[in-house]
Each structure stands twice: as C-alpha cells, then as structure tokens.
C-alpha cells in the first residue's frame, strides 16, 4: 500500500510517500518562515495563500523522487487538524480532489497523531506502549501510548506550550522568528552559572506544566540588566539560563511519568524535540531509567509530511477513510482518536 501525505497545518508545506512495504519513499518540505519573519510570527491568510502556491509543484517533484506514477498510489492522507483552519482547508481541499479525480480513498489525519508517531520512521523504531513527551509550537503534552490510536494524556501545559515560550524568548531577545533554534545556537555561548531561572511546578506532585513565568521571568532579566555595557554577553547568558530551566523542568517530568507509568521507552516528538541539548539530556535520562529515549531526525521533529503519509498509511490499512464532506478542526482532543487495528 502505498500513500500520498499532505501536512498544511501551519507554516511549513510538507508532501511525502509513504509505502508499507518500502517505508518512506520521498519527502519534501517547504518552510515558509521567512516569510512570516517580518510579522515575528504566522500570518494565517498569508500562510493559507503560500500553501496553495507550494503544494502542487511539490507533489510533483515528490512524484518523481519516489518514480511513482499515480496509479501505484493507494490513498491520499492530509491533516485535518488541529491547527490554522484556512492552512487546513489548502491541503483538505487539494488532497479531497485529488483523491476524488483518482477514485482514491482520502485519508484525514491528526497532526499530533503525526507527531508522536514520527519516530516510528526511524531505526530502530519505539515499541509501544511508551511515554511520549510531544513539545511543539502550540502543544505540551505527555502521552500514554498504550498502542497505535490509544493515547492517554497524562500531562500537560496550564498556560504557554514550550516552543511558544521559547518563540517569546527568543523575540525578547531580538531573535529572528522562529525563535527555537536561534535561541537554542545563542545559549550555546552563555555562561550556565550566571542567573539561575525557576524549573515551574516541580516541586508539586503531578505532570502538569507551565512556562509562561519563564518567558516573565527572561523580560526581568532583561531589564534588570538593561544598562550593562556587555549586552550581547547579557543575551546569549539569558537565553542559556531560560533553555537550561526548560531542558530540566521537561526532565524532571518525563522521569516522573516513566516511573508513573511503570513504562521504559521514552518518545520524544514536536518541533522543540530538534532542540540538542533536550535530546542529549533526555537520552541520558532514560538510559538513567534503565530505559531507551527515541527521537525523530530533526527535519521530523518539526512539521513535515512524512509523518501524515506514515499514519494515513497506517489508519488506511486498518479500513480508515472518508467519502465526503470537508472535516478540517482547529481543535482536536488527542485522545478521542480510534485505535488502529494491527496490520
Ligand atoms: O512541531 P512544530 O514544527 O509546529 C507545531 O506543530 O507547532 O514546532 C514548532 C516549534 C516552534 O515554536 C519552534 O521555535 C520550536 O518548535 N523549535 C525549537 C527548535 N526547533 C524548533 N525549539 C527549541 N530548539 C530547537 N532547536
Ligand atoms: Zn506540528
């Protein structure tokens, strides 16, 4: 079976072919972030107009990577939400037509479904159940993946997601958009002992997060310091110490949630997830556990459609599709997915 993914759930256009025998046969990403640089975020209607602009010229240019002809191809996945609804409708419309005009099944997918999974990609690919920690633009979640469409949420952010704190941050910090991996190379220069930031709700019981005192707390930095002579210096020393109070709080929760759960295997999943200090610490941490830590490559950890043609294919063999109707949803419980029959 072989399977054609759209993601438009926000800024980056992601196509790719997905075949359950061969795996991953081609993908192709287009980030429109310099576009939305200047606004230092995402423009919804101008995201929605570059998605129609992208995405057929790269179902094209996947189509001959993977030397696919459509009549090899099985069904059509997009992500249906959650996420920008007018980025939404782009690729709900153009994967329903396509589907239609080829007499395909059309596959709607959970991007957050597509995150968590996308480790699965790799080798050696996690065997559930794990815990998944899922850090992204708009989401803070740990999951209980008890199998493939089971998923129990069993923690997540009161306020801020983790990549919002870290786009926060790093615009405070007169970073280009996104801020996450700016930020990330500026803490690369700090001094780790010059200010010491909060790790929020730790010494609280339970996997609940929240970080926006933690982007607060960066701003008083920032000001308390605002006539220091050395500013490049006060900078990348802020940006070390907001990355350093945010790679242990997520620790600090993760190994909570392995012992909780009584579970070994840690997945970690979501834009923030490229964020090398976090890989390096959590990898350390499950090993800790006597456990494992996986992670997708980075270019999977942030949107792409790899992951949404990996569980279009997925939920396809197990009889999932829709005939009509556009089903796109800004929002989307996680947990009130289906779980996928084993293929
Ligand atoms: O998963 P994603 O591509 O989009 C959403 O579904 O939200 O995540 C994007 C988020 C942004 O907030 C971005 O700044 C953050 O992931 N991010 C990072 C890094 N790379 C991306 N945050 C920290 N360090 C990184 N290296
Ligand atoms: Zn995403």
Sequence with gaps: MRVIGIETSCDESGVAIYDAREGLLAQRIYSQCSMHAEYAGVVPELASRDHVRRLLPLIAEVMRDARTEWAQVDGVAYT?????????????ALGRSLAWSRGLPAVPVHHLEGHLLASLLESPAPACPFVALLVSGGHTLLVKVDRV???????????????EAFDKTATLLGLPYPGG??????ARSGDPSRFSFPRPMVDRPGLEFSFSGLKTFAANT???????????????????????????TLAIKCRRALRATNLSRLVVAGGVGANRALRQRLTELARDEGGEAFFP??????DNGAMIAFVGCLRLQSGEWTRGGFDVRARWPLDSLEAIAPV
């Design 181 to 186: 991996p700016a930020l990330e190379q500026l």
């Design 222 to 248: 920032v000001m308390e310091h605002r006539h220091d002579a050395d500013q490049g210096r006060l900078r990348a020393d802020v940006a070390r110490a907001f990355q350093d109070a945010v790679v242990d």
């Design 297 to 302: 490559r980075a270019e999977f950890c942030t």
């Design 149 to 163: 469409g089971c998923y129990e949420i069993i923690g997540e952010s009161l306020d801020d997601a983790v990549g």
């Design 80 to 92: 249906a939400g959650p996420g920008l609804v007018g980025a939404l409708l782009v690729g709900a």
